[in-house]
């Protein structure tokens, strides 16, 4: 069973910065796409950003285009979420998910892994 491990969120001003991090656990991490989700109360969860398997190709929602980096480290199993120019509107728990087949499509039916997730809260 693979496990995802989510930390780095927090309480951040409007404005300001934080990175969030992924642990997978395994050895198959390189062969996975990775994807970032976010989920605020009462809403649906949405795509934020999603990763190849080499990292060479990133997509990210349009609200975080500009703001929001997506990377991975294969020899650290880890998946990053580095956000700045934080707004209110980000405020949510945010997940990440890792796709086997490689889907880096912005669906959350392309991914079979979820973790447990991370909040994120910014104030105004």
């Known amino acids: 069973q693979v496990q995802l491990v989510e930390s780095g969120g927090g309480l951040v001003q409007a404005g300001g910065s934080l990175r969030l991090s992924c642990a997978v656990s395994g050895r198959s991490f390189s062969t996975y796409a990775m994807g970032w989700f976010r989920q605020a109360p009462g809403e649906e969860r949405e795509f934020v950003a999603s990763?190849?398997?080499?990292?060479?190709?990133?997509y990210y929602v349009d609200s975080a285009k500009g703001r929001f980096t997506i990377s991975r480290d294969n020899a650290k199993n880890t998946v990053y979420l580095q956000m700045n120019s934080l707004k209110p509107e980000d405020t949510a728990v945010y997940y990440c998910?890792?796709?086997?087949?490689?889907?880096?499509?912005?669906?959350?039916?392309?991914?079979?892994?979820w973790g447990q997730g991370t909040q994120v809260t910014v104030s105004s």
């Open positions: 998910a890792a796709s086997v087949r490689g889907i880096v499509a912005p669906t959350r039916a392309g991914y079979d892994y």
């Open positions: 990763i190849s398997r080499s990292g060479g190709n990133k």
